[in-house]
């Protein structure tokens, strides 16, 4: 009975042995990977938590722009250990799923990149063209990784990354408290909050009575107003 017991401990140690062997998630020898270098949330409070957004929000409102080119600079991280040489990676954009135009409201992209040597993260810019898209609300683009003879892929679901862009004031944190009364945002409805609550510092904890009594006052001058939405020629409705 014994010698049953340590023949069947045998076959099951071999069994695996072979099984790591063959299993693709047992090996760690490639290293040779990158993936997208994704945000973490910002909660209500504006405290960064762990949790991580697959998308990047970003706004050229309120800067000085001579050349009214922004650049953004979109990090990456490499899977495992660092190396002594540089590398090339690449990224493309995936056009079907983007509303913004490469070439037209962002520079073109280049063929490769370059991971330097001796980083764990490295970067490349996405160069944003403000007068292409000041005059639509929002544009987005969708980044894919894809690989190359240098670098290959680390995680499938971070090899895309979508970033959005905008001339105006983007959506604040403290929206929702405004957002039952006056519906979805929009950056005329913004300034009209800001001008009625006197001040852009706005807090919906400590104060949301007087949110309230904003929201109400704003609501009523976009009904008994005609305000025309840039973006789309039409009324402006709450």
Aim: proline share 4%; hydrophobic share 40%; charged share 25%.
């Amino acid at each position: 009975m014994k010698n049953k017991i340590i023949i069947a401990l045998v076959a099951v140690v071999a069994w695996l042995g072979q099984s790591c062997e063959t299993d693709p998630a047992f090996d760690f020898k490639d290293d040779g990977k990158i993936y997208f270098k994704y945000p973490k949330k910002i909660n209500d409070l504006g405290i960064e938590t762990d949790l991580l957004v697959d998308s990047i929000v970003h706004t050229v409102y309120g800067k000085d722009l001579p050349d009214g080119k922004d650049t953004l600079w979109i990090q990456l991280q490499i899977m495992g250990a660092r190396k002594d040489f540089d590398r090339n990676y690449k990224v493309v954009v995936v056009a079907d799923s983007s509303t913004g135009k490469e070439g037209v409201d962002f520079d073109k992209l280049a063929d490769e990149y370059i991971f330097h040597r001796n980083v764990g993260v490295d970067s490349f810019p996405l160069v944003l063209n403000k007068q292409a898209f000041e005059k639509v609300f929002n544009r987005n683009v969708l980044l894919k990784l894809e690989p190359t003879e240098d670098l290959g892929i680390a995680y499938v679901e971070f090899s895309t990354l979508k970033v959005n862009f905008s001339a105006y004031v983007l959506e604040p944190d403290w929206w929702w408290a405004f957002e039952f009364i006056l519906g979805e945002y929009h950056p005329l409805k913004y300034e009209k909050v800001v001008e009625v609550y006197g001040s852009e510092e706005i807090d919906p904890y400590g104060n949301n009575p007087y949110c309230a009594y904003v929201a109400n006052v704003v609501r009523e001058y976009f009904e008994n107003n005609i305000v025309i939405d840039p973006f789309t020629g039409k009324r402006l409705e709450i």
